[in-house]
């Protein structure tokens, strides 16, 4: 059924620097409303982070775009299908952070983890000694967590810097 709707809608995201946020987002919006793409497209100094939606066409080239920006070649980008276009607008904004932390002295490109494949979560959080965090927000949190999951009962992504520093 899903694969007969006909708007495609992309979340995405990737960390890379951006020298110039200034110089991409014209060309970008430019992209996207040429291609007949709506949705939210964050910039940071630190990467790209957004959700849209379009033609099969339209997002294929929207894609080729960033895709084509410095250290984007591997945009991490997860799929789904809507009835209706779910967005009344494009927009492509420059900020100081594409996920909300509130945290300078944090670089999301220093310091990072390992990517856990899918097939590999089910046997990392039954080890003992692993703790999981569920750091979305309080909201998403009540519609299902994993089990034995801490809920740090924050109401945005912003508060779970202090949450942490108070918890660890």
């Given at each position: 059924m899903t694969e007969t709707l006909p708007i495609r809608v992309v979340a995405l995201y990737r960390f890379t620097p951006f020298a110039d946020i200034a110089a991409i987002q014209p060309p970008l919006a430019l992209a996207c409303c040429s291609n007949g793409v709506k949705g939210t497209l964050l910039l940071a100094a630190e990467g790209i982070n957004g959700t849209i939606a379009g033609s099969e066409e339209g997002i294929d080239a929207v894609l080729a775009h960033?895709?084509?920006?410095?250290?984007?070649?591997?945009?991490?980008?997860?799929?789904?299908?809507?009835?209706?276009?779910?967005?009344?607008?494009?927009?492509?904004?420059?900020?100081?952070?594409?996920?909300?932390?509130?945290?300078?002295?944090?670089?999301?490109?220093?310091?990072?983890?390992?990517?856990?494949?899918?097939?590999?979560?089910?046997?990392?959080?039954?080890?003992?000694?692993?703790?999981?965090?569920?750091?979305?927000?309080?909201?998403?949190?009540?519609?299902?967590?994993?089990?034995?999951?801490?809920?740090?009962?924050?109401?945005?992504?912003?508060?779970?810097?202090a949450w942490f520093r108070e918890h660890r």
């Open positions: 960033i895709r084509a920006l410095p250290g984007c070649a591997d945009l991490d980008v997860k799929e789904s299908r809507a009835a209706v276009m779910p967005f009344h607008r494009m927009k492509v904004r420059v900020k100081r952070e594409i996920v909300t932390m509130g945290e300078p002295s944090i670089d999301p490109l220093e310091g990072v983890g390992h990517y856990v494949e899918p097939a590999d979560w089910n046997a990392l959080i039954a080890e003992p000694g692993t703790i999981v965090i569920d750091t979305r927000n309080d909201y998403e949190v009540a519609v299902g967590t994993f089990a034995g999951a801490v809920d740090p009962q924050t109401r945005t992504f912003r508060d779970f810097p």
